[in-house]
Structures are given as structure tokens and as C-alpha cells.
């Protein structure tokens, strides 16, 4: 199923903290220290890396703060799973496509909680 838990699709050009890429291009994100590596159109491949940071917050701002940048980070995976589900059969994109809501729903948790500390501040 394609149901669209997705705030947005996020097309080919977007910005990585490195460069900006505005063509088609398949990649792999960097967790902790692995390799980010875009495949272009034209088969042309290269590398580059992003990290991760597993730190805990160390005020309540800042924990806010972190959480809406994950949320943010994880519908961005969210979009680039989707459009990748289109790469494969119909069952399998089914499955990831399935996935993906799962993911969507989680991200609607996530966001109803930031409401929520939102609220609280108010």
C-alpha cells in the first residue's frame, strides 16, 4: 500500500551538509561513521559523510530541540524510502511502502508529543 503518511515528497535536489546535489541520484546515509555514497544517473559514484550524534540533551531546551530535529530527520528517511520503493517489484514496494506508513505513524506519535511539551510551555 502507498498510503501517504509523508508530509511532503522530497524530490532529487536537497541539501546535504557537504554540498547540494539537484540530479537523480540513489545514496546510502552515513550512521556513525559509514559511508554516504550517491550513485548519479549517469553511474557516476562518490562519497561523502554526515554523522550522527547519539548525545543526550542537556537541558530540557535543548532536548526539545533535539526531538523536533529528529523528527524532522526521521520523515526525511520516511520520503527517501518511499521514492526508493519504486525502484523494486510490486510486492516488495508494497512491503517497504508498508514500512514507510509504520514509520509515519511513529513520526505522528513523535509530533503529538511535541505538542504536547509545547502546550506545557504555553
Not at 548519479?40 to 542537556?58: F, I, P
Not at 524532522?72 to 512491503?95: G, K
Request: charged share 25%; proline share 2%; hydrophobic share 30%.
Amino acid at each position: 500500500m502507498c498510503a501517504e503518511n509523508i508530509k511532503k515528497n522530497a524530490p532529487a535536489d536537497h541539501e546535504h551538509e557537504v554540498h547540494e546535489h539537484d540530479h537523480e541520484h540513489t545514496h546510502e546515509h552515513e550512521h556513525c561513521g559509514h559511508c554516504h555514497t550517491h550513485t548519479h544517473a549517469d553511474g557516476t559514484t562518490h562519497s561523502h559523510g554526515h554523522t550522527h550524534s547519539h548525545a543526550t540533551a542537556s537541558s530540557p531546551e535543548e532536548a526539545l530541540a533535539l526531538l523536533k530535529y529528529m523528527l524532522d530527520h526521521n520523515r526525511h528517511h520516511a520520503e527517501e524510502l518511499h521514492d526508493l520503493a519504486h525502484s523494486f517489484d510490486a510486492v516488495t514496494a508494497d512491503l517497504i511502502h508498508d514500512a514507510v506508513d509504520k514509520l509515519g505513524e511513529s513520526n505522528d506519535l513523535i509530533e503529538q508529543a511535541l505538542s504536547l511539551i509545547e502546550n506545557a510551555k504555553a
